[in-house]
């Protein structure tokens, strides 16, 4: 529940975006800002919480970045300028980095080892519910009460999963508090960017979440504008995200039949498939490119984030810090292109986002090509290079 809450939260405003345009007396590309600056903001403040964590416990973060995200997100609905949201945005973020900075550590630490997988299913399908909800339900809440009942209700529920995780969430027992250890982490955050492999799958993360992002962004004036005019019915073409769902699954049993390489490489070519599809006009085939691209991309990023952990176990290169550098260049894929996307959609039409997004997707699979050539087998590697390893359950996999 916590999962969900926290990734609805982040998310709404996406589909909300000429809402806020149109409430702010903001520019479509300045509206996308309300996203940009969260993904960013929970983005930096990632890398730290980890470490913070391990002073001031699991639990404790969890709480507290339920409980704090809800409440500026209630604050949110009723502030009047565009900067004081913002501001508040911003301050999401970071507290929104809480959950998925130390979720998977409390269920490592906690649940039996047998049960890992599972436990760790679970939460990444909870994250992916939310980010569909957060994408489905605003469209609905805002045309029947505007953009403040849209924002208490979605804050709403984060409160209510803070209550939940304050009551059930029982506190660690398989955790011993240690102060933060800066220098540690910033030496391995030194190591993570020295080695290739996980800078290539940096730019995949990057690439891929832009495009994705680009698209996702964009389309929400694209629907409101002639020839489709669907006003708040535009969130209804949401309805497609779910399809990516499956996506994680489809994606492990591709690299495990034909390697990370050419799973990931041939995911980022359905990602360009899905985005020609989404320009070719017509409603049912914008639906189906965004549920191939979304699809598309919420494999890759199951491959990329997995087969980070796995080249940072291999290489002695911190697990946690690969993660965070991973995460770190996701998430500034996402509020550099998605401000970038809308911009361009106002200034240029739909073949300029177009344009960007097959430019990104050919960077996502040039990243996947410099990681696969940087594998080299050798005495404490394992030689797995890029076929298989790491499950997609193994790794930080937060929702797109």
Known sequence: MGGLANFALLYYVQPLLPTLAARYDVRAG???QALSVSTLAMAVALIGIGPLSDAVGRVNVLRWSLAASGALGLASAFVTSWPALLVLRALMGVALAGLPAVALAYLREEIHPSAHPQANAAYIA???????LGRLLPGPLDAWGGWT???????GVTLVAALAVTLL????TGFTPTPPRVRAVLGGMGRTVRDPVVLALC????????????IYNAIAFRLQAPPYELGHAATLVYLAYPVGIAGPTVARLLAARLGRWPATVLLVAGMAVGTLVVGAGPLPLVMAGLGLLTFAFLGTHSLATAWVVDRARRTGVGTAQAS???LLAYYTGSAAIGVTATHLWSQHGWLAVTTLSLVLAALAAAGATLAARGERPGPGRGGEGAGGGTTVTDALVPEG
């Open 30 to 32: 300045t509206s996308a």
């Open 126 to 132: 909870g994250t992916a519910t939310g980010g569909a």
């Open 149 to 155: 009942f849209a924002t208490c209700t979605i804050a």
């Open 169 to 172: 969430v029982p506190p660690s």
């Open 203 to 214: 730019l995949v993360g990057f690439a891929g979440m832009g495009a994705f992002v680009g």
């Open 324 to 326: 965070s550098g991973y």
